[in-house]
């Protein structure tokens, strides 16, 4: 499997992407946020500019707080139920 924390980008589909945040590890919860959108083409599509971060347990809810990132339903009740911190 190639090494993809060279710094350098890498193309795949939108699948296998998701399956290698899948695959990373044990990190329950993720942080993003849209910094940009391009412009729009002829058929209405553009390009995005997401960051994100993965974050591993025991550093969630550090992770919310110092973002300042609303939190989604589902994560929220695994915070409440202890889950996840």
């Known amino acids: 499997m ?29 942080t993003f946020r849209v910094v940009s959108k391009g412009p729009k083409d002829d058929q209405g599509r553009f390009i995005q500019h997401i960051e994100a971060l993965m974050i591993p347990d ?10 300042g990132a609303d939190v989604h339903k589902t994560l929220k009740a ?8």
């Open 58 to 67: 025991d550093h969630v809810l550090d992770t919310i707080a110092s973002t």
């Open 78 to 85: 695994l915070i409440e139920a202890k889950a996840v911190k």
């Open 2 to 30: 190639p090494r993809y924390d060279d710094g350098k980008w890498h193309a795949s589909t939108l699948g296998h992407f998701i399956g290698l945040l899948v695959d990373a590890g044990q990190d329950p919860a993720v």
